[in-house]
């Protein structure tokens, strides 16, 4: 865990989860900025909670701010609904933002509410290079059957009030990143058993469902305790599940 080989790793493993690459961020001073933001948490072992709402709530200019890129890649607010769920929560949406989701419980009411928690979110040409990224005080998605806005609301969250000049994104950091979220420690965990065992806890990693539960839910339950009260210490759950008899 001290080598600086286990920086490049993982690194490289956040990278590939946010899907950084020359592909999405074809400018090379936006993509080093992004990757530079991910090795030097990596490197001062952030906290994943810390990590996590550094991206959610990110604004300013793409090449200063390197979690700014977040939304620069993702510049369609279904996109970043669905990978926000897939990469955070390990859970895909995707099925409903056509219909209710056949194998959960999602609705497209819920879809709807959760994507309009980055209908605020603009991308401006910077005044001297690269993007700014500023939260807007107006704007909705449209709920593409009734023609009308679903209040912003996290997946099983409470609706977030518009106070005014608030960025409706950090209401979606303080249910993201909350320790009585479900599935937020579950994802985290569950990539984490999987990358030293070979297979997570539930398969696949990205499919965290009520009808999908781990192969061993004591287990689960008890790492995503450890990782809470360490403070989503990344290395201290890895530690724990080095040092076991697993």
């Not at 995503?224 to 076991?244: F, H, N, P, V």
Request: charged letters at 20%; a negative charge; aromatic letters at 10%.
């Amino acid at each position: 865990l001290a080598r600086p080989e286990f920086v490049d790793y993982w690194t490289y493993k956040w990278s590939d989860m946010l899907l950084i690459s020359s592909k999405n961020l074809p400018v090379p001073q936006e993509l080093n900025a992004f990757y530079r933001y991910v090795r030097e948490a990596v490197e001062e072992n952030r906290p994943w909670d810390q990590f996590v709402r550094g991206i959610i709530t990110a604004s300013g200019n793409t090449q200063q701010n390197g979690a700014a890129n977040y939304f620069f890649m993702h510049r369609e607010i279904p996109d970043l609904a669905e990978t926000t769920s897939q990469a955070f929560l390990g859970t895909s949406i995707t099925c409903a933002r056509c219909h209710n989701h056949p194998l959960e419980k999602w609705t497209q009411n819920q879809y709807y509410g959760f994507a309009n928690l980055f209908s605020r979110v603009r991308v401006k040409n910077g005044k001297t290079a690269g993007n700014d990224i500023v939260a807007a005080s107006f704007g909705d998605v449209l709920h593409p059957l009734s023609g009308k806005a679903i209040p912003p609301q996290p997946l099983d969250g409470v609706v977030a009030e518009d106070a005014p000049g608030a960025d409706r994104r950090a209401a979606l950091a303080d249910w993201l990143t909350a320790p009585e979220n479900p599935y937020f420690t579950r994802a985290i965990v569950n990539r984490v058993w999987k990358n030293f065992m070979g297979r997570g806890l539930v398969e696949p990693v990205d499919d965290l469902r009520l009808t999908n539960p781990a192969t061993n839910e004591p287990l689960m339950a008890s790492l995503c305790l450890d990782l809470s009260e360490q403070g989503y210490d990344l290395k201290a759950l890895m530690r724990s599940i080095l040092t076991s008899a697993a």
